[in-house]
């Protein structure tokens, strides 16, 4: 029993048509996976600069509200990009922004922890009591304003804090 030899394979008219949507499904599928790949990449990087930038912000205005006086403001200019500061357990304390860095010190500036990298802004700004106008002497100092920005790959995240230290 012989069979009909049009029947015993593909034509390669039909192997090409089937390698060509094979193709275009697997475009689409590799289009579908690319996205998802770009938009967890995209959520890591926002996740992680908002972890950063909170975590720092936090550490700053808990530290700053312990400021023991007005008088133990050790930048006497009132600084925007730095703050030193002796705390109530008479702890010289400050915080500055170097090369990109959210810095910290305990010992009046001699060395400089990191808490944050990628920091492209950060701002003191110095509040008289009625929270708008501002101040150069410690003497009318009652609100410290924190600025700052941060940048993870192509995420951007600014932040702003009001700190009343509770000593004053």
Do not use: C
């Not at 007005?70 to 922004?97: E, H, V, W």
């Not at 708008?132 to 700052?148: F, G, R």
Request: proline content about 2%; glycine content about 6%; overall charge negative.
């Amino acid at each position: 029993m012989e069979g009909n030899p049009q029947l015993n394979g593909f034509t390669l008219v039909e192997i090409v048509i089937t390698i060509v949507i094979v193709s275009i499904l697997a475009s689409i599928a590799a289009m579908i996976i690319l996205q998802g790949v770009k938009s967890y990449s995209i959520e890591d990087q926002r996740s992680n600069v908002h972890y950063q930038s909170r975590l720092a912000m936090e550490r700053m205005a808990r530290e700053i509200r312990l400021i023991r006086s007005r008088t133990d403001i050790l930048n006497a200019n009132m600084n925007p990009t730095s703050i030193l500061y002796t705390d109530i357990q008479g702890i010289q304390m400050g915080f500055r922004l170097n090369v990109g860095n959210i810095e910290r010190t305990q010992d009046n500036g001699t060395t400089w922890q990191t808490l944050a990298s990628g920091v492209t802004a950060l701002t003191f700004t110095y509040l008289q009591q009625d929270g708008v106008t501002p101040t150069a002497v410690a003497a009318t100092l009652w609100y410290v304003v924190i600025d700052m920005t941060d940048q993870q790959g192509t995420e951007t995240l600014s932040m702003r804090t009001r700190v009343h230290p509770m000593n004053f």
